[in-house]
């Protein structure tokens, strides 16, 4: 069965440095992988998506994500954060058969200290 | 273009009642996916309905049900109402699958609160 791992509940870092919000999926074939960000109170926004091609991805806000297949991972990236960056984040999987069905990790809760 | 869009925002409702959820997708879109999100269980896929038909479906008891008309427009329903029933509901849409590509865009949510 398909599932997402996102290790790290929460996270703080200071504004202005990098940041890296680990994800680590199970799919026995090539899956779908996105990043999703909900801020309080609000639906969830897609940051970047990976569907084939090119294993490093280019998404909004600054953040990009690696696509690394022997290791099962698509961990989030950006190289400096901004207070509005606080956030939880969602990595997600779904199948080209069920692209509709989306499995969500249960989210890393993002925290920026000034 | 306008967003997804979900009503009521909030609900509060009693056991053992009964509630109708809202979303109006992004003009041209033709699937609609509906998921639960909850402290303990974090975000589950419901159902998915495309051109009026469901097409997905999570692992959700027979209590939560959906449709979908000819706009696209859908609605959930869940019956028989439990307090862990007590969830952001959320909806999203997206174009027709065809062509390999796929993105989902959320709505707001409708926060459902049972007594």
């Known amino acids: 069965a398909q599932s997402v791992t996102q290790p790290d509940i929460h996270i703080t870092v200071s504004e202005g440095a990098s940041l890296e919000l680990r994800c680590n999926y199970s799919y026995g074939a090539t899956p779908y992988l996105f990043w999703y960000v909900q801020s309080p109170g609000q639906g969830l926004q897609l940051l970047l998506k990976?569907?084939?091609?090119?294993?490093l991805v280019q998404g909004i806000k600054g953040f990009e994500a690696e696509f690394k297949r022997s290791q099962s991972s698509f961990n989030l990236r950006k190289p400096s954060v901004h207070w509005s960056d606080a956030a939880e984040y969602f990595c997600a999987v779904a199948s080209y058969s069920s692209a509709s069905k989306i499995i969500f990790g249960s989210g890393t809760r993002l925290s920026i200290r000034p | 273009k306008a967003g997804v869009t979900q009503t009521p925002r909030y609900l509060i409702k009693t056991r053992g009642q009964q509630v109708t959820l809202s979303c109006s997708p992004i003009s041209g879109h033709r699937s609609v996916s509906w998921y639960q999100q909850t402290p303990g269980q974090g975000l589950q896929f419901l159902f998915e309905y495309f051109s009026e038909t469901q097409r997905n479906k999570g692992n959700f008891p027979g209590r939560f049900s959906g449709r979908q008309f000819s706009n696209s427009r859908s609605e959930m329903n869940v019956s028989t109402l439990e307090l862990g029933d007590s969830a952001l509901y959320l909806c999203a849409s997206s174009k027709d699958l065809a062509g390999g590509t796929y993105e989902q865009y959320f709505g707001p949510g409708t926060r459902l609160t049972v007594t």
């Open positions: 990976y569907f084939s091609g090119d294993t």
